[in-house]
């Protein structure tokens, strides 16, 4: 079951161009996804934005499997 990111992942059309956000701060959830793509380790973020918290990383990545999970799927080419 993954953790409920309702309350931790925010849209406001005036910030970030209304991307969904963590907690209403400048970050977005495509943020944390990309740096931790990039190789960055928690830790790393965490030391890197310290308004950021654990539980932001956990919602980012429910929110992005969720996300994922609603997408259709395309037929094969």
Not at 2 to 25: F, Q
Not at 63 to 76: G, I, M, N, Q, T
Request: aromatic share 6%; glycine share 6%.
């Amino acid at each position: 079951m993954s953790p409920d990111y309702t309350k931790i992942i925010t849209v406001e059309p005036g910030k970030r161009g209304g991307k969904p956000s963590i907690r209403g701060l400048r970050i977005t959830v495509y943020d944390v996804l990309e740096y931790l793509a990039s190789g960055m380790t928690e830790e790393q973020l965490l030391a890197d934005f310290p308004d950021l918290k654990q539980a932001d990383i956990q919602a980012s990545l429910a929110f992005a499997a969720d996300r994922e999970r609603r997408l259709v799927s395309l037929p094969p080419v």
